[in-house]
């Protein structure tokens, strides 16, 4: 299926999420033009249990609000040693306006004494597509994709890069290095949000 003139409404305000997806999106998709999320538009509460609810719940809003075809993503950290937490809470971990920072400090506070073998963890990610019937998306408007990678909480932050999480996380498809000391095509290639765009291109064909 082809994106020629293809226009492409994304659901986020995250801006380093904004600037993955669109540099994701053209390697996958030359020809298309993303767009950010629409002036105006309310807020879409993210009150869903995991992160597909959340993920069709703000592509819906977004394709309802501008009437072109809309991708959405939610995606999180999860952590063993924490039974799942942040998970679906990873942007407001530790409160409702909190930073990157307050929230990696949190983390480590809630893991501290933790030894690298229970340090486990994985970002996980659900992309939503939601379309018209039979557009880009398919005969019902909807397309889910997920993206996973695993990897261990470190002791410290490292790096300047990335956002959110990524000073603290060590993939296991690296080197040794987190998130945050990567580049970001080094980051692209095996983040959970990259798999998540190939698992979509995949099932668009």
């Not at 409702?96 to 004494?113: P, R, S, V």
Request: glycine share 12%; proline share 5%.
């Amino acid at each position: 299926m082809t994106s020629d003139g293809l226009r492409l409404a994304l659901a986020t305000t995250n801006a380093g999420k904004v600037s993955e997806l669109a540099e994701l999106l053209s390697d996958r998709w030359p020809s298309i033009s993303v767009l950010p999320r629409p002036s105006g538009m309310h807020e879409v509460i993210e009150d869903a249990a995991d992160f597909r609810g959340n993920a069709v719940k703000k592509a819906v809003a977004v394709r309802d609000f501008s009437a072109i075809p809309a991708l959405a993503d939610d995606s999180g950290l999860v952590v063993d040693a924490l039974a799942g937490a942040p998970g679906v809470h990873s942007a407001r971990f530790s409160g409702a306006a909190a930073t990157d920072e307050q929230n990696i400090q949190k983390l480590l506070a809630d893991l501290a004494g933790t030894p690298p073998a229970g340090r486990s963890a994985r970002f996980e990610c659900v992309i939503a597509l939601v379309d018209e019937v039979g557009g880009i998306a398919g005969g019902d408007g909807l397309l889910v994709a997920r993206g996973t990678v695993e990897g261990t909480i470190a002791e410290e932050p490292r790096g300047l890069g990335g956002f959110g999480y990524d000073p603290v996380f060590v993939p296991d498809d690296g080197d040794g290095r987190t998130f945050a000391e990567m580049t970001r095509d080094e980051k692209n290639r095996i983040s959970h949000r990259g798999r998540a765009l190939a698992d979509l291109m995949r099932q668009i064909g």
